[in-house]
């Protein structure tokens, strides 16, 4: 583990990523430490543009935009690292129970994968987000990870069924290890860059799935949260009448964490996988790279 | 024959699932379903119509197998109901409304960004370290993490806001009458430019990504080396030779994205006000319209297993083995 760590801090993409991701995670843990204001205190008059007392202006409701925008922090960081850890802990365990076992298992499990693939994940979040109505964070990150697992379960099936070829698992078969040994302790080590990748791509999904959810006003509006910060400047119309920096806070934020965890993400994939390095880059692999699903 | 059999099989099964699921979301909610699907249409809708709207989602008065049974008779009969939002139209008449607009942006925006994208790839792989491609290939990844919806809010703001340069929404000038006038169709052009490149921009990393490295992958085959011996000229080796084989993957992903994109273009019809699905959806959303939200997951579906299709017939005609077997 700690050379994987100093080999991606020796690679300067890597570096530069995972420095900005470690920004952000530092300002979201302080938030209540370093923000000027609570997140919903009227501190200054509306729309007040940028200045040396306001530095990101203020909104609609007179709240200062950078206390705003370091407490969403909290709240967007941890319902992207949440749906991110569920995306990938469901695609691991079916993608690995599919290729391991074969047959029958692999053929339901296939054809549950290629459902979840082929069903449009938007639209489907925006049907569960409206019955629900007002969904709060937690189920926001919830609804992510129960529609979104499909492209990890399909990669780490396909990269299970290659490994599950190798001599050194039909070994470990042939000396009478139980299943769930091989899987945890032949298998798995091997899928941890794998792993790894898919989660990183996406925490990035959930993070702007969030953000777009909310946005669209299928959040609850109290919460603090980069989505939300993005609703309200939409429904007070902020850009139409000029206060921009209410829109710019959040948007700013999304691009910068995003390229920070896609930089890391292209990195560990280099590092990983050496034949990477050179140009190849598979598709599959990249969608998880970019936290971008084709489907 | 035996390949696409299999392939409309599932698809069936996936609409199935979606169909269900439909079906099952309001009655796994807590309080009484009802209440839960048709809350706002109780004042909107005359009794008469809330009736044929429980009969199409299958609330009747049976077991739940035979209500399963009606809202399937519904659903594939492509009754989708009433719609509570746009009263005295149905679901289908709004969706139907909303469809050219969306196909419209959906179809030239990906077009555009597919030309732009695959072109873009070809060069940057053709001269691979050449200054092009040393800024080209980290842009388009880059690219690919910026959010769609973000590209919107900017692209609203910079140019149709602040510069003024393009309107700020929907799809003509509201004074205008439609019809094939020459002002008609140039404010409808004039409305279209910024939804349509920002939902190009958000999907043109993909595709110089995907056509770099497939080409990339292609360079080092024999019959390039072949060409290139033979004395080709560049272009005719790079277009006729790498280039075309390269595409197939690049074909193949096109179509298979066309269904997602649908999804995508909900956000900047929503950010440009424009009258596709996307807004119909979100105009669905804020009043709690039901019938509305669910027909709109039914007919996305729909679009992205037609998709498939089209890209499974595209695989039948170039791959012969999926022919034989």
Known sequence: ?295 | MAFLLRRIGFYVAAFLVAATFNFLLPRLMPGDPVDVMFAQAGTALPPESMEALRATFGFIDQPLPLQYLRYLASVFTWDLGLSVKFHPLTVNEVLLRALPWTLFLVLTASFLAFAVGTLAGIHAAWRRGGRFDAVGAPAAVMLQAVPPLVISLVALYVFAIALKWLPTGYAWAPLLDPGWTPEFVGSVAAHAVLPVLTLALTQLGGYVVTMRNSMINLLGEDYITLGTAKGLDDRRLRMAYAARNALLPAVTSFAMTLGAVFGGALVTEVVFNYPGLGYTLYQGITARDYPLIQGQLLLMTLAMLTANLAADLVCLAIDPRLRRA
């Open chain 1, 1 to 295: 583990m700690r050379h994987v760590a100093s080999t991606l801090l020796a690679n300067p993409k890597a570096a530069f990523g995972a420095a900005i991701v470690a920004l952000f995670l530092a300002l979201a843990l302080l938030a209540p430490v370093i923000a000027p204001a609570a997140p919903n205190q009227r501190v200054a008059r509306p729309h007040e543009p940028p200045s040396a007392e306001h530095v990101m202006g203020s909104t609609r409701m007179g709240r200062d935009v950078l206390s705003q925008t370091l407490h969403g922090a909290r709240t967007s960081l941890a319902v992207g690292l949440a749906a991110g850890a569920l995306v990938t802990l469901i695609g691991v365990a079916v993608g690995v129970t599919s290729g391991y076992f074969g047959g029958r298992v692999d053929e339901a499990l296939s054809l549950l994968t290629n459902i979840v693939l082929v069903i449009p994940n938007l639209p489907l979040m925006l049907v569960l987000a409206a019955f629900i109505g007002q969904a709060g964070p937690w189920v926001i990150a919830g609804i992510i990870g129960f529609t979104s697992w499909g492209w990890g379960a399909r990669v780490v099936r396909a990269q299970t069924l290659s490994l599950r070829q190798r001599d050194f698992v039909r070994a470990a078969e042939l000396l009478g290890e139980p299943a769930l040994r091989v899987i945890g302790w032949e298998l798995l080590p091997n899928l941890v860059s794998l792993v790894g990748l898919n989660f990183i791509g996406s925490v990035l999904y959930a993070v702007v799935t969030e953000a777009t959810l909310e946005f669209l006003g299928l959040g609850d509006p109290l919460v603090v949260s980069w989505g939300t910060m993005l609703y309200h400047a939409q429904s007070t119309s902020a850009l139409q009448v000029g206060a921009w920096w209410e829109m710019a806070a959040p948007c700013l934020t999304l691009i910068l964490f995003g390229s920070g965890l896609s930089l890391v993400n292209f990195a560990l994939d280099e590092i990983a996988n050496p034949r990477l390095r050179t140009i190849r880059v598979k598709p599959d692999l990249l969608a998880l790279a970019t936290g971008r699903r084709p489907a």
